[in-house]
């Protein structure tokens, strides 16, 4: 096998990992276990890229499935677990703050895949938006007041959607 498949190889696995947690969320004797799948897929995100460009297999269909990783594992499995776990009488106030949550995660991994500077990204990263998502969630499960959870968790959700496209300059590394 070709040194220059590993990078696009490992971006398939995260998003396995993405799925998987969408379906381990699902259940609540699961969620443990797709928050450790986001948390995988975040550390296949985060080397991925490196390693295409160590081994010079930087590719269009690899920066497209490294967006896709992302959508799903940072954007749609946060939004599950918030929508499976938290459903309560506001659900349609969770739905739109969902979507306006998956929204900002496409629209900040359209500003990837468009490009950018090569020493300057703006707004937060999907992938680090998607992770403290997660983490929100996962804690909110825990606490006795499940309609303050769910308060917190949805302007949780509003905020990071709001960084994520706002125009705040990130320096690459």
């Known amino acids: 096998m070709r040194t220059t498949h590993i990078p696009n190889m490992l971006s398939v696995i995260g998003i396995a990992f993405g799925v998987t947690a969408i379906v381990l969320f699902m259940f609540p004797s699961t969620v443990a276990f797709g928050v450790l799948c986001v948390l995988i897929s975040a550390i296949i995100d985060r080397y991925d890229g490196r390693i295409a460009r160590r081994t010079g297999g930087v590719t269009a269909l690899g920066k497209k499935l490294d967006a896709l990783n992302d959508f799903i594992a940072f954007g749609l499995a946060p939004i599950t677990l918030y929508l499976v776990s938290m459903l309560h009488p ?28 090569s020493t300057t990204a703006y707004g937060l990263p999907s992938t680090l938006a998607g992770v403290i998502l997660v983490v929100i969630l996962y804690i909110s499960l825990r606490v006795e007041h499940p309609n303050t959870a769910a308060w917190f968790s949805g302007l949780s959700m509003v905020l990071l959607a709001g960084l994520m496209v706002s125009r705040i300059p990130i320096p690459k590394k």
């Open 90 to 117: 506001g659900w349609l106030i969770a739905t739109g703050v969902s979507t306006v949550y998956v929204g900002a995660t496409a629209w900040r991994l359209r500003r990837f895949l468009i490009g950018q500077s």
